[in-house]
């Protein structure tokens, strides 16, 4: 696995409503796309900063991912994102390398990438994103 570039970092906040007017009047980026999740229970809005995105994350269940990570940690940094060709292949190769992952096979996640997830204990603290646009070699 060799990723790309950082595709994007998540930071799960309480409320959309909220945090997007701060990156928008006082970092002075624009929020370009705002889409629901339904299976991972919660609501995004993206920033562009160079190639890079923010990902801002919202529950839309208390009981959902991001709702239990906030109910414990507070808002903050959720996961970053790797961008990789492939990322059957790359999960593929850190499981062979004893990597704890999260899924063992890809699914959709927002703005229709591929995603896959790894284990914050085998990554040192930091959950771990792995995607590709299917459409676009990232």
């Given at each position: 696995?060799?990723?790309?570039?950082?595709?994007?970092?998540?930071?799960?906040?309480?409320?959309?409503?909220?945090?997007?007017?701060?990156?928008?009047?006082v970092l002075g980026l624009t929020c370009y796309a705002i889409e629901e999740v339904k299976d991972?229970?919660?609501?995004?809005?993206?920033?562009?900063?160079?190639?890079?995105?923010?990902?801002?994350?919202?529950?839309?269940?208390?009981?959902?991912?991001?709702?239990?990570?906030?109910?414990?940690?507070?808002?903050?940094?959720?996961?970053?994102?790797?961008?990789?060709?492939?990322?059957?292949?790359?999960?593929?190769?850190?499981?062979?390398?004893?990597?704890?992952?999260?899924?063992?096979?890809?699914?959709?996640?927002?703005?229709?990438?591929?995603?896959?997830?790894?284990?914050?204990?085998?990554?040192?603290?930091?959950?771990?994103?792995?995607?590709?646009?299917?459409?676009?070699?990232?």
């Open positions: 696995m060799k990723p790309k570039k950082i595709e994007h970092i998540g930071i799960a906040v309480k409320s959309l409503e909220t945090a997007i007017p701060f990156f928008e009047s991972q229970k919660v609501k995004t809005a993206f920033f562009k900063v160079g190639d890079t995105k923010i990902e801002l994350l919202e529950s839309t269940d208390p009981e959902g991912p991001i709702g239990k990570f906030i109910e414990k940690r507070g808002e903050g940094v959720h996961h970053i994102a790797l961008a990789v060709e492939n990322v059957q292949q790359a999960l593929n190769e850190a499981s062979d390398k004893g990597v704890m992952l999260i899924d063992k096979q890809p699914r959709k996640g927002a703005e229709g990438l591929n995603i896959a997830f790894i284990h914050p204990k085998s990554t040192f603290g930091i959950l771990t994103e792995l995607c590709e646009n299917p459409n676009i070699n990232c």
